[in-house]
């Protein structure tokens, strides 16, 4: 079965800039996680869905951060407007059921000039 | 908030050598995950320890859960110039799914 695919891989965008990440999960796997690395400190976990609800989104940094899963399929995560600090790798996970371990896919590495 | 202290932070050591990793907490953990994660690539499940004080042995890989479900560690027998790569753990809390992860351990063995 295809992992979970995240695109795009890189991206390098000026602050002030928008940004839109997008994770295409296991099929199937209704539990989509977002997570975030930031240079130099641990994964930090950002939101979780269920299908296409928002189960959890404590992790979400701010406002300018927005994620959706329209249809409960792949799901997307837009930075507007980006800043410096927003910088890192971000991860996207799925699971079948919210106790099953998480799959995680490779991850989009933003950096923000 | 749930922290979880991993150390050491990086590790190089030889061919042939062991090795632990340990992840601390002051919290309580359903459960405990370890992975490993190559450059360029997400993290890789290895195990997932659940019962206090329950040890699980993956080859050369030995992961134990601490008695209190508070801290967990990974011991390398003989490590292998393979067993080369970051090495990441992460606490599920009792009350939801959101992972919480320690800094990792970045290990290199050297031939």
């Known amino acids: 079965e295809a992992g979970v695919t995240q695109f795009p891989s890189h991206s390098v965008i000026e602050k002030g800039q928008t940004v839109t990440l997008r994770c295409d999960p296991i099929?199937?796997?209704?539990?989509l996680y977002w997570y975030r690395r930031v240079m130099g400190k641990e994964i930090k976990f950002l939101l979780h869905?269920?299908?296409?609800?928002?189960?959890?989104e404590s992790g979400m940094p701010n406002n300018r951060f927005l994620a959706e899963r329209t249809g409960g399929t792949y799901s997307t995560l837009k930075v507007q407007p980006a800043e410096l600090e927003d910088s890192g790798v971000y991860f996207c996970a799925s699971s079948h059921a919210d106790w099953q371990p998480q799959h995680f896919g490779d991850g989009t590495r933003l950096s923000i000039l | 908030t749930q922290l979880l202290e991993q150390s050491p932070q990086f590790l190089s050591i030889q061919e042939g050598e062991n090795l632990t990793v340990y992840c601390n907490s002051s919290s309580v953990f359903s459960s405990l995950q370890w992975y490993r994660q190559e450059p360029g690539e997400g993290p890789v499940l290895l195990v997932t320890v659940v019962t206090g004080g329950e040890v699980k042995k993956l080859k050369r890989l030995t992961f134990q859960f601490g008695d209190a479900r508070k801290d967990s560690s990974l011991h390398i027998t003989a490590a292998q110039p393979g067993d080369t790569g970051l090495y990441l753990c992460a606490g599920v809390p009792d009350s939801n799914y959101q992972l919480i992860w320690g800094a990792g351990t970045k290990l290199i063995i050297k031939p």
């Open positions: 869905f269920v299908k296409e609800s928002k189960q959890d």
């Open positions: 099929s199937g796997h209704d539990n």
